[in-house]
């Protein structure tokens, strides 16, 4: 008998079909003599129907009761899903984050979770009750009140759970099959990774891909948890993200999979001297207004003149507030110009393998060149190569890319739905 | 400087508009320099609705998981008030049933009050806030759990509220001008009562009228709470339910109001036996399947057979139930014929000031008969008197009566909106 842990998100419970059909997948884990935990999000739409209603009572609502009133969301799909379990004859019974003993810090709209005390879950365990968990809400000591945990939230709420309770694995539903080793609505070619380590699918993650969130992932990785991706519309083995132990020989997969960003900009700031403690100038700049950067590369001095060039890519969503930080400290960082360009794109491999194999990167930048198409910047970690393309020129590189490493299925990738989301 | 409750019904937060209309008439009685707690029910159709939903998803739902849902409804609505105050200005912040202390008994689905400690209220006030409390809703301290209060739940939790913080007085928003002699969709020329006593709104209430609840008024006369009952579309003084104190003399009209019921259906045993301890038998079987009786007559007996009829009323929803109570102790009641009547109507009429007034009865037994309608079962109390008539013939005796005592208006009465609820 395993202790697993079942997360389900808003579009697996967005009706009342959906709700029996969550529900009978939650019974029959429950009938196979598991103790189960069930983590769910808001019905479909009701956290953006929510947000509407707050928007036109307010023009700026207060964060306080923006947690307030989206926390219902959740409230109303637990209460449902209990309800609905129940009446196939397995008892079971919803909890409240604060009921759960998800306890975060005050940051309304994006806590944090700072402890987890589920005593009341384990009791109902304990009892023979399934225990419905809300999803992305929190409760802070401090203050009384009640927190929610922003974007990704549900899967945090899950992974946390499963870490506090020591479960066997933390089950992540979706409408799609797994991790891929692309995006099949990209690559048709793409195939479902059986396994991946949390490492790798925190690059992944990170650069693009789509279907769990960061902070999911990073929370199951210095928990040690074990996360099973997998479609709610079938019972296939999905894809697990595991933590290999120290030592453990794990087979390694030179490139895991192959991901596509294009939520980024690139800003070059053009004609700085280049003399020690620029590029700091310039980096402390951005971080004081605020924004997180992604890759940074700064070109070779041209020896004549004195001057360099610094790049760095950024979310596009923060582009007029970083032109405008580095508008206001022209005559500080005595720049030539500053350049904004925000049809690019991102296509990173990533895979453990990369550690103990040289030629990776020769193997992705003619892969590239021989389909004509330029890179323009290049960042890597230990496990992830990462170039900027143009925009236009993703999808085919993708595509190229993932035939180059080897990784094309025999036969094209069912999609479910939609966004994997 | 006061401390005001005010509660505000389902109709008044409806929507956007609403809730911005009942913001400001907050926000006014905040910036007149009053210290405010408000007490909100779940907006329009919510209840209706997530009533809907769960029987979706369940024949029977599990009344634990039934509460969990329905307090999503007041957890919507107060945080949406609360963010519509602070716009305009004034601060507010929300609290859930269980963190404004309402504590309760653990009876899901009609929990009954049996705690109030408003630390976190109080709190709040202290700190200049308008404090918004969900209404309805509760907790339950030996499960954990999360209550409901039922029917009329929302008025309750304000006379709570308002009787735990000391307040100086309750106002129960509505949709019309206050309590009135007589429903004025029935009586034309009902007027607005301006000052009621608790004990005489408590038998009107008793009696089918339906703008407050019974066990507001209850909890108002047992805790001292003035109620002002008045509508949220305009500044009219309402009406004031007070409670006169110990040896107070108070003006205390004959008649106080009328009120009529459709509610009610009767039931006649018919040929029992004439020993004492019959009534008792009949009684506890009725008592004993769980239905709530209302007037019960005991016809003289016809001396010569030794039998007698019993006749009683109840709520027309409970009738197949006393039916079949009945019929099972057919054998130990020996009775000849059950018969019962759901075309009933009751008149009641209600006034202090019939403790010292004789003649009352006289006055209403005439008006009736003047009017050719018959009586078919009388009921008193000390300061009411109430009347059976078949249900066609209810809203001529309402009428007739509200001129026999003198209660009519020389103007029609304005009515707004629909019920009064």
């Known amino acids: 008998m395993s202790l697993i842990v079942q997360k389900f998100g808003g579009s697996s419970v967005a009706d009342a079909e959906g709700i029996k059909r969550v529900s009978a997948r939650i019974a029959e884990t429950r009938k196979a003599g598991h103790d189960v935990v069930v983590v769910v999000s808001a019905m479909g739409d009701t956290t953006d129907e929510l947000i509407d209603l707050a928007e036109s009572v307010s023009t700026v609502p207060a964060p306080r009761e923006m947690d307030m009133l989206l926390t219902a969301g959740e409230r109303i799909s637990m209460a449902l899903v209990a309800m609905a379990i129940r009446s196939l004859g397995i008892s079971a019974r919803s909890f409240t984050g604060s009921q759960a003993g998800m306890i975060t810090d005050e940051k309304h709209g994006a806590a944090r979770i700072v402890d987890v005390t589920p005593g009341r879950v384990r009791e109902a365990l304990d009892e023979g009750d399934v225990a419905i968990v809300a999803g992305f809400q929190g409760f802070n000591r401090a203050t009384g009140d009640i927190t ?59 650069n693009g891909a789509k279907v769990l969130y960061i902070r999911a992932v990073e929370f199951a990785r210095r928990h040690g948890v074990t ?87 950024l979310p596009k969503t923060e582009g007029k507030k970083a032109l405008a930080a580095l508008d206001g400290a022209k005559a500080e ?89």
């Not at 992974?159 to 692309?182: P, R």
């Not at 997998?230 to 894809?239: A, P, V």
């Not at 596509?260 to 403690?277: F, R, T």
Request: charged fraction near 20%; glycine fraction near 8%.
């Open 148 to 206: 929610t945990l922003g974007r990704g939230g549900s899967d945090t709420s899950a992974v946390a759970l499963a870490a506090a309770l020591n479960a066997d694995v933390c089950e992540i539903y979706t409408d799609v099959d797994g991790i891929f080793t692309a995006d099949p609505r990209v690559v048709k070619k793409a195939h479902k990774i059986n396994r991946v380590t949390s490492e790798e699918m925190l690059e992944l993650a990170a």
């Open 227 to 313: 996360i099973h991706v997998r479609s709610s519309f079938n019972h296939n083995e999905g894809t697990i993200v595991y933590n290999p132990t120290e030592g453990q020989t794990v087979e390694e997969p030179i490139i895991t999979g192959v991901a596509g960003d294009l939520s980024e900009a690139k800003i070059v700031v053009v004609g700085v001297p280049d003399v020690p403690g620029t590029a700091a100038k310039i980096f402390t700049i951005i971080a004081n207004a605020g924004i997180n950067i992604d890759m940074i590369v700064q070109n070779v001095s041209a020896a004549a003149t004195g001057l360099t060039d610094i790049s760095f890519t």
């Open 333 to 421: 960082l005595s720049f030539a110009d500053v350049v904004y360009d925000d049809e690019i794109g991102k296509l990173s491999v990533v895979g453990a393998g990369m550690r103990t194999n040289a030629g990776v990167s020769a193997q992705l930048f003619t892969a590239l060149s021989d389909a004509g198409i330029n890179i323009e910047m290049i960042s890597t970690s230990e496990i992830r190569i990462s170039v900027i393309t143009s925009d236009a020129d993703l999808t085919r590189a993708m595509q190229v890319v993932h035939t180059a490493f080897g990784l094309d299925s025999t036969e094209e990738a069912q999609v479910h739905g939609g966004t994997g989301r």
